[in-house]
């Protein structure tokens, strides 16, 4: 959605016509989409809220008549709240409190914090709230909290970019420090309390301490300073707004009723998993974008996978022997990572990222005999000085304290990390790329647990593309069948792609997500279900030998192209290959008896009872399984393409100054009101409000825009200021009133001179990287999200537009794979086209990654529409909207793309193979009747 710089003009224009507010702070925090749709969700409801309290807290509590009306009030004055709410957000369905309290399920990994940062700052700028309470579940968040809101020199200071807080930040008040603080009282300034919620609860306790007997709790307290209780001093305002980090923390009987007895005006929750300690999912969620959808973007968190050692039986080897195993294969993926790591950094001139292992063990104890073992005897003194052993035992250790603090940091010398139990939340390091759980503990909990831990990423917090960096290994070897198992479970964080519960209106099944299944996997499958119903033992032997050849082949012949002899897919019936081949299936079938080798497609294969006939079965089924095989495939070749260099460029020219700056200026005053008569008086006012001259204020707004770097336009940036100058001088303006003028319009002033600088913009590649061309990849299988209350439909049934993105279209015949998700119904139609035209052999809708064609000074990878197989060529096809097809981004990606087919068609001409061309098609000549030969006249060169 964020692509190239054509699009972050698009995207400003966009945010113009938003509210003000929150485009300011969408665009200085930098937010992700789903943050930004989660703040607007969250802007879109308080606008139609009352941010009132519900009823007087002036009545006696003891006063039970005035208390039940006081109840009264509130549950009348919740409910039409509510009612205001649904009409926003129809899957709202109870507030939950005896406040409005909004749920927000996000990610662990996508940015909670950033999210919480932006709702104060709207709700300070937008409804002039200033008072805010911010729960954290344990120390560890409750000391980062305090970082990020408290600290302006840190390097993840939440309101980094928030120009109204440049000045005048935040004040924290703590829950070590809300009894000596003396400024409180400042209308001017924006208070963030941040309190634990154990010392929350404890302060509104009754204290048992003998010195404390018969006080009341802490925090409710007389104040001298405050002339009341702290407690009290929160409750009384009227405008306290509560966030809830971890909210799923904060459903317990004790901190509900200690919150709602803050009567904040609003709550906003936080959390991962919107389910309180007995598994009931919250009603009050009003924004989704959970760990399955995170996965399956692919874009915002590491990829969870799980290790083992192959053809090891943990059953028959001791405890320790296990562990010292599993240990040694942590290192080693850890030191293939922080190779990776350490190239990736050098190649693209980023800061170096250092991982390390997290070790779980089961006690203080059994933690000590682990470090000594890294520390010693398991690498040969390799690691010693590098282990830190962080529990009970240590953690009262300053410098143990501070190096678990600064692990992120490449001066930290730790590489591992021996703790006891998971790390609880608000553990918010991204270097985290290896797990081994010493403890015992079932699939879930390891999964649901441990998983999160190690899921944000660095380098900006994205994927990089690079598989070996982008990933999570937790090593599992005596656990990892469970743990796949349970991935799969509906219940999984994995595939949980919403926890909203529906009414029996609108009932549906949660939104699972499978690999697309190929046509030959799907032949495999019905081909399996047939052998399952033969009744006959003898002859069902006989069909499983045959069938588990197949298996056998179909599970080698994608990954050949390594193989010598193979250059596309006409040379795997060759006889030198064919050996080959038969030879990479024999060790399929060896090993399928020793371990259960995970396999593609919805099926599990046969336990290969006779070894020795199924490979001698290879030979008879070779031929058959290549000609399904190359049927429905096509020949990609792995080509990476990047640019060599690329630069961004404003070109000189003049300044129009016939259109957008024509404004005048007009008096400033001051307005004077008595509080005695309200009688009002005006003033002229003679302070101009500007930093600086004209002509800098204006080249300040300027360079705000994310394209225009002052250093690189210096020239340009201050002749267009003059040009702008000298307009208001000719048109006999004095310095006087062109301060005026700017000072009132700078804004304006600055939108438009931008708007004349993109029609001067252009970015430059300097050439591309000469790539190294192997042989046809892998076609990968893309992940579709499957939603029972739509279902599948076939390719021919034509839907409503908007109805084509929830819906699996089946049925192809021509397509790689059996089954599709669209985009548009352009894309619809043209499957539609493709299965149709008599001149198209095959094609394909790519997976994500399926290639590796880069743009945008190779910050991002293009993912074209379609590979579409002819007789005589092999197209790349993009559809696009006609008023886009000349976007920046869509040409950058032609350009990019076109690369990617000049190398591929010299690689296949030298290797009797077919050209490649690139199709950009504009939407509105596709349609059913149409054919794909007709279509091609249509290409956008």
């Not at 409750?235 to 009723?257: C, F, I």
């Not at 598994?279 to 009003?286: E, S």
């Not at 974008?289 to 192959?310: F, H």
């Not at 143990?400 to 939340?425: C, G, R, W």
């Amino acid at each position: 959605m964020w692509k190239g710089t054509h699009l972050t003009f698009t995207i400003k224009k966009t945010l113009l016509m938003k509210n003000k507010n929150i485009a300011h702070i969408e665009q200085r925090l930098s937010m992700r989409k789903p943050l930004r749709e989660a703040l607007e969700r969250m802007a879109d409801i308080t606008n139609v809220l009352a941010l009132t309290k519900p009823y007087s807290l002036s009545y006696n509590e003891k006063d039970e008549a005035k208390k039940e009306q006081a109840t009264i009030e509130m549950n009348l004055f919740l409910n039409k709240e509510l009612t205001k709410a649904k009409k926003v957000c129809q899957q709202l369905k109870d507030f939950e409190r005896e406040f409005p309290s909004l749920t927000f399920s996000i990610a662990t990994g996508v940015g909670k914090t950033r999210l919480m940062a932006a709702c104060i700052a709207y709700l300070f700028l937008e409804k002039g709230i200033r008072h805010f309470f911010v729960l954290a579940p344990n120390l560890t968040l409750y000391e980062k909290l305090k970082q990020d809101f408290g600290n302006t020199a840190y390097a993840k200071y939440a309101f980094k970019g928030i120009s109204e807080f440049a000045t005048s930040p935040p004040v924290v008040v703590t829950g070590q420090n809300y009894d000596q603080n003396s400024t409180l009282f400042d209308q001017n300034q924006v208070y963030i309390n941040i309190f634990n919620i154990s010392k929350f609860n404890s302060d509104n306790k009754i204290s048992r301490k003998k010195k404390e007997k018969g006080l009341p709790p802490r925090m409710k307290r007389l104040n001298e300073y405050l002339g009341d209780s702290y407690f009290n001093y929160l409750s009384k305002l009227d405008d306290l707004v509560v966030l809830m980090d971890e909210a799923h923390r904060y459903h317990a009987d004790s901190s509900r009723k200690a919150v709602n007895e803050l009567h904040p005006i609003l709550g906003l929750e936080m959390t991962a998993t919107p389910e309180d300690e007995k598994g009931k999912v919250f009603k009050n969620i009003v924004y989704e974008y959970n760990l399955a959808q995170a996965l399956s973007d692919g874009q915002y968190v590491k990829d969870p996978t799980i290790a083992m050692r192959e053809n090891l039986k943990s059953s028959s080897i001791s405890v320790e022997e296990l562990e010292r195993i599993k240990l040694a294969d942590a290192i080693q993926f850890h030191e293939q990572t922080k190779t990776y790591l350490y190239n990736y950094s050098i190649e693209n001139k980023l800061k170096l990222v250092k991982p390390f292992i997290l070790v779980v063990c089961k006690d203080t104890s059994h933690a000590k005999d682990i470090t000594d073992l890294l520390e010693n005897e398991l690498c040969e003194g390799r690691y010693r000085g590098k282990v830190l052993q962080y529990d009970s035992t240590t953690r009262g250790e300053e410098d143990n304290n501070q190096l678990f603090m600064t692990l992120e940091s490449p001066d930290n010398d730790i590489e591992i990390v021996v703790h006891v139990n998971m790390l609880k939340e608000g553990w918010d390091v991204n270097n985290l790329y290896t797990i081994v759980p010493l403890r015992k503990a079932d699939a879930s909990i390891l999964i649901n647990q441990t998983i999160g831990r190690g899921l944000r990423l660095p380098f900006g917090g994205k994927r990089t593309g690079v598989s070996a960096i982008d990933k999570l290994t937790i090593i599992s070897h005596d656990n990892f069948n469970k743990i796949i198992e349970e991935s799969k479970s509906e219940r999984s964080i994995l595939r949980k792609f919403s926890y909203v519960e529906y009414t029996d209106h609108t009932l549906t099944q949660p939104v699972t997500v499978n690999p697309a299944q190929s046509q030959l996997q799907h032949q495999l499958s019905e081909e399996a279900k047939a052998i399952e119903s033969i009744g006959e033992k003898s002859e069902r032997k006989s069909a499983q030998v045959f069938f588990g050849a197949k298996r056998a082949i179909s599970n080698v012949l994608p990954i050949l192209n390594t193989l010598q002899g193979i250059k596309h897919h006409s040379d795997l019936g060759k006889q030198g290959v064919k050996k080959q081949i038969i030879e990479k299936a024999t060790e399929v079938i060896k090993s399928q008896n020793q371990s259960n080798i995970s396999q593609k497609g919805s099926f599990d294969m046969f336990h290969i009872e006779d070894e020795e006939e199924t490979i001698k079965s290879l030979d008879e089924v070779f031929d058959k399984m290549v000609e399904t095989y190359s049927r429905y495939t096509i020949d990609i070749p792995r080509i990476i393409i990047q640019h060599e260099h690329t630069e961004a460029v404003f070109s000189d020219f003049d300044l129009d100054v016939s259109k957008g700056f024509n404004q005048d200026a007009f008096d400033d005053k001051l307005m004077r009101l008595s509080l005695v008569t309200n009688n009002v008086e005006h003033l002229n006012a003679d302070y101009i409000s500007m930093f600086g001259s004209p002509e800098e204020t204006i080249i300040m707004k300027l360079i705000d825009f994310p394209e225009i770097s002052y250093d690189d336009n210096f020239e340009l940036l201050h002749k267009l200021s003059r040009q702008l100058i000298s307009h208001f001088r000719k048109r006999k303006f004095s310095d006087k009133t062109i301060r005026n003028v700017v000072s009132h319009y700078k804004d304006m002033i600055a939108e438009n001179i931008y708007l004349q600088m993109k029609q001067h913009y252009e970015i430059k590649t300097i050439g591309y990287k000469k790539p190294k061309v192997l042989p046809f990849v892998e076609i990968l299988d893309p992940n579709i999200g499957y939603d029972s209350k739509y279902g599948k439909l076939d390719f021919r049934e034509k839907v409503a537009k908007g109805d084509v993105t929830k819906y699996i279209f089946t049925g192809f015949l021509k397509c790689y794979h059996l089954e599709n998700k669209f985009d548009s119904s352009t894309e619809a139609d043209f499957s539609y086209v493709l299965e149709m035209s008599e001149d198209v052999i095959s094609w394909l809708r790519p997976a994500p990654k399926q290639f590796r064609i880069y743009w945008s000074n190779n910050a991002k990878m293009y993912e074209p529409d379609f590979v579409v197989q002819t007789p005589d060529v092999i197209y790349m096809v993009e559809t696009k909207a006609r008023k886009n097809l000349y976007d920046i981004d869509v040409q950058e990606k032609k350009k990019s793309a076109e690369e990617y087919c000049k190398y591929a068609t010299e690689y296949n001409m030298e290797n009797e193979g077919k050209p490649w061309k690139y199709l950009l098609l504009p939407h509105d000549v596709i349609n059913r009747t149409s054919s794909f030969k007709y279509l091609i006249g249509y290409n956008i060169e």
